[in-house]
C-alpha cells in the first residue's frame, strides 16, 4: 500500500493537501509496515497520533472533510483492542 501516488496526483491536481492529511498518511505507512498489528506500533506512530490527537489549527480535525472516519479515534480504539 503506498499512499504516496495518492498525495502526489492531489498535489498536482491543485486539491489541497492538508497537514493533516499528511500525517495521516505518515501514520498508516508505519501501521502498513508493522502489518497493522497495533500493539507493534512504535513511538513514531504514536507521535503522530498525539498531533492529530491535539487538534492544533493545522492538525485539527474539521467536520466537512472527507475524513468520515476521525482517524485518531479509530487508531486509540484498535489499540485498546488486544
Not at 5 to 10: D, G, K, S, V
Not at 14 to 27: A, G, L, S
Request: aromatic share 10%; with cysteine; proline share 4%.
Amino acid at each position: 500500500m503506498s499512499l504516496s501516488p495518492m498525495m502526489a496526483f492531489t498535489e498536482k491536481n491543485q486539491t489541497e493537501v492538508t497537514p493533516r492529511n499528511k500525517t495521516i498518511m505518515k501514520f498508516f505507512s508505519l501501521a502498513d509496515k508493522s502489518g497493522f498489528v497495533f500493539s507493534r506500533l512504535n513511538g513514531k506512530c504514536h507521535e503522530h497520533l498525539s498531533e492529530l490527537k491535539t487538534g492544533n489549527n493545522a492538525q485539527a480535525w474539521e467536520y466537512f472533510s472527507p475524513e468520515l472516519i476521525i482517524v485518531h479515534h479509530w487508531a486509540e480504539e484498535k489499540m485498546q483492542k488486544k
